[in-house]
C-alpha cells in the first residue's frame, strides 16, 4: 500500500518550546488514521506542517509522495485540513465561501459538488447565510466543508466535534465514515476517546512532541487494557481468598477482577455462591482507550 | 491562474462589498480637503502661471487618495484576516507567493483607482482641469497604487495588531503623502523640507501624475517614471522574498 502522509524526523522548536521533536509517522492511504495526546502535544503543530502553515526546523513532510513544500502545489491539492480554530470570513455566505475556496484549487464550476456536501453537512438550508449568522457547529461544518472542495485524497481533522453537540457530532462522523469508505485517508484527532476507539483503524499518541506509542486500535487495547468484572457483595463482604489474591478492592464490599477471558465468570460466581456471599450488583468493563491513554501517558 | 482569479475576484469583492466605507468615505474625504484649502488659500497660493491653485490641487489629491486607498486595501484585508485567522483559507491552497503578491497588489491598485476616479468625477465638473498627457495619468496611477499596495502587503504581514498597522500608517504612509507636494509645489517649501521631499518616492508620483494633468511638473515626468519604476521593483522584489520565506504567514 502507499503511503497517504509520510513524516520523517520532524522537529519544530518555538522559542523555548520543543512543540516536534523528532516525529516519524505513516499513513496509508485508505486508514482511518487517530492522532491523540493531551493539549500541547504538538498534534496542531504537526498537522500544520504537513499543511505547510509552519515550517518544520527539521525533517520532511509528504502528502500523497509529494514532499509539502518542494512539491507544496501538488502535496496541498491531495490534502484537506479542517482546522482547530472556528475561523470564518464575515464577508461572505456559506456559498461564497465554498465557491472561493474551490476557486483558491483552480477548480470552476463546483456546484453540483458544493451543493451535495451542503446536503451531506445539513448546511443547504444555510446556503445563502452569512457566515456571521450561523452557529458555532454550523460553523464547525462550513469548515469541514471547505476542506472537502477541492475531493482531496487525503482529511485531516483537528478537533472536529471540539464544542459541537451531540447529534451533529453523529452526523458528522457518519459522513467522515462514508468518505472513508469512498477511500478517503482519514486522520483525525479529538479529546472523546470513545470516539477515536470506534472511528479509528489505528492510532498514535502524541506526547511532548513525540509520538509516545503506534498501533492498530485492538493492539493498543490488548496492550493496555482488559475486561474486568466489578462486583458489589451485600453487607460489604469479603471476597473468598483466593479471588482476594488477584482482585482490586475500591471500596467496602466492592472489587475489581480482571478477566483473561469471559469464560473466568462461571468460576468466579461459583466461588462466591460456595463462600455463602450474595451479589449486590456487578459490572462488566470492557477495555476501553481512556485505560490506554492513561497508561501511554503515565508510562512516556 | 484561477486560482490567482479567485484571490484577485475575492479581494476586489471584499471592499466592493462594503463601497460605502471603502470607495465613498475617502471620496468625501477628498472633497472635503478640496473645500478647505481652495476657499483659504485660493488668493494666496499661485504654483503656476495661469493655473488657479484649486486646479493644482485636484490632481494632488486624486493621488493622494489613489495611495492611501490601496495601501489601505492590502493592509487592512491581511491585518483582518490574521487577526481572525481566516488567512488560512489562503494559505492552504496551492497558490504560489507570486500569485498571492500579484493579487493583493493589483487589487489595492484597483481599489485606489476607484476612489481616485470617483475624488475626479467628484470635481471635475467645478475645477478647470486638463488633460495634457493622459498616459502619464495612467502610468502614475498605476505605479502607484502598485507602490502603495506592497508597502500595504509588507505593513499587513508585518503588523499583529491594529495599532502597529495604525502606527505604520501614521508614521510613515502620512508623512510620505503630506511631504510631498500634494498641497503646494515643494518649490514654495524651506530648503530643508525641499531636500527632504526630494528622496520621497511619492513626490514623484504626485509630480509624474500632475505632469499628465497640466503638461508642468517640478521635475521631469520621465525622471519621476524612473524614480517610480525603481522603487517599485525594489519593494516588489523586498514584498516577494518576504512571502517566499513564508514571515510571519507560515511560522
Ligand atoms: N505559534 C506558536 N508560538 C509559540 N508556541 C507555540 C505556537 N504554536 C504552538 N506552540 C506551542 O507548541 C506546543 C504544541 O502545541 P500544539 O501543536 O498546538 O499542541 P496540541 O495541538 O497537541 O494541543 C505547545 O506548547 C504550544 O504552546
Ligand atoms: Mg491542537
Known amino acids: ?300 | 491562474m484561477h486560482g490567482f482569479r479567485t484571490l484577485l475576484y475575492k479581494e476586489v469583492l471584499r471592499f466592493w462589498k462594503v463601497g460605502f466605507q471603502t470607495v465613498a468615505a475617502p471620496v468625501l474625504t477628498a472633497l472635503l480637503y478640496l473645500l478647505v484649502f481652495s476657499h483659504t488659500l485660493e488668493r494666496q497660493v499661485r504654483v503656476y502661471e495661469n493655473l488657479s491653485y484649486t486646479s493644482f490641487l485636484v490632481p494632488g489629491l486624486i493621488m493622494m487618495s489613489v495611495l492611501q486607498n490601496a495601501f489601505a486595501n492590502s493592509s487592512s484585508s491581511l491585518i483582518q484576516s490574521k487577526v481572525t485567522g481566516n488567512i488560512i483559507f489562503v494559505l492552504l491552497p496551492p497558490l504560489s507567493y507570486r500569485e498571492f503578491f500579484s493579487a493583493y497588489v493589483l487589487a489595492a491598485v484597483l481599489r485606489g483607482a476607484v476612489v481616485g476616479f470617483g475624488v475626479w468625477l467628484g470635481t471635475c465638473w467645478m475645477v478647470d482641469l486638463q488633460y495634457a498627457a493622459p498616459w502619464w495619468i495612467v502610468v502614475f496611477t498605476l505605479l502607484g497604487g502598485g507602490i502603495l499596495g506592497a508597502l500595504g502587503v509588507i505593513a499587513g504581514i508585518w503588523a499583529d495588531k491594529f495599532d502597529q498597522l495604525a502606527a505604520f500608517q501614521n508614521f510613515i504612509i502620512m508623512p510620505l503623502t503630506f511631504l510631498s507636494g500634494v498641497f503646494f509645489s515643494i518649490h514654495s517649501l524651506p530648503a530643508f523640507w525641499h531636500g527632504l521631499s526630494r528622496v520621497n518616492p511619492v513626490f514623484y508620483m504626485i509630480d509624474g501624475f500632475r505632469y499628465g494633468f497640466f503638461g508642468r511638473s517640478d521635475v521631469s515626468p520621465w525622471i519621476s517614471f524612473a524614480v517610480t519604476a525603481c522603487f517599485f521593483l525594489l519593494l516588489a522584489a523586498a514584498t516577494l522574498r518576504m512571502l517566499a520565506r513564508g514571515y510571519k504567514l507560515r511560522g
Not at chain 1, 452526523?171 to 472513508?180: D, I, S, T
Not at chain 1, 498514535?204 to 493496555?224: E, F, P, Q
Open chain 1, 1 to 300: 500500500m502507499n503511503a497517504a502522509i509520510r513524516v520523517r524526523q520532524v522537529a519544530k522548536r518555538y522559542g523555548k518550546v520543543q512543540a516536534l521533536a523528532g516525529v516519524d509517522l505513516d499513513v496509508t492511504s485508505g486508514e482511518f488514521f487517530g492522532l491523540l495526546g493531551p493539549n500541547g502535544a504538538g498534534k496542531t503543530t504537526l498537522i500544520s506542517a504537513l499543511a505547510g502553515l509552519v515550517r518544520p526546523d527539521q525533517g520532511t513532510l509528504e502528502v500523497m509522495g509529494y514532499d509539502v513544500i518542494r512539491q507544496y502545489r501538488d502535496a496541498r491539492r491531495n490534502l484537506g485540513v479542517v482546522p482547530q480554530e472556528l475561523v470564518f470570513d464575515p464577508f461572505f455566505t456559506v456559498r461564497e465561501t465554498l465557491r472561493l475556496q474551490s476557486g483558491y484549487f483552480g477548480i470552476r464550476h463546483n456546484d453540483d459538488w458544493i451543493d451535495e456536501i451542503l446536503a451531506h453537512l445539513d448546511l443547504t438550508p444555510k446556503a445563502d447565510a452569512n457566515m456571521r449568522a450561523l452557529s458555532g457547529g454550523m460553523k464547525r461544518r462550513v469548515l469541514v466543508a471547505q476542506a472537502l472542495v477541492h475531493r482531496p485524497p487525503v482529511i485531516v481533522l483537528d478537533e472536529p466535534t471540539a464544542g459541537v453537540d451531540v447529534e451533529l457530532r453523529q452526523g458528522l462522523w457518519q459522513f467522515v465514515r462514508r468518505l472513508n469508505q469512498a477511500g478517503h485517508t482519514i486522520v483525525l484527532t479529538t479529546h472523546y476517546l470513545e470516539e477515536a476507539e470506534t472511528l479509528c483503524g489505528r492510532i498514535a499518541m502524541m506526547k511532548a512532541g513525540r509520538v509516545v506509542a503506534l498501533d492498530t486500535t485492538a493492539n493498543l487495547l490488548r496492550l493496555h487494557s482488559q475486561h474486568s468484572l466489578k462486583i458489589r457483595l451485600a453487607n460489604a463482604g469479603a471476597l473468598p481468598e483466593r479471588l482476594a489474591e488477584r482482585a482490586k478492592s475500591i471500596a467496602p464490599g466492592q472489587f475489581v477482577l480482571p478477566l483473561e477471558s469471559y469464560d473466568e465468570m462461571g468460576g468466579i460466581f461459583a466461588a462466591l455462591q460456595a463462600a455463602g456471599l450474595s451479589i449486590d450488583d456487578f459490572d462488566l468493563a470492557k477495555p476501553d482507550l481512556e485505560d490506554v491513554f492513561v497508561a501511554v501517558m503515565a508510562g512516556a
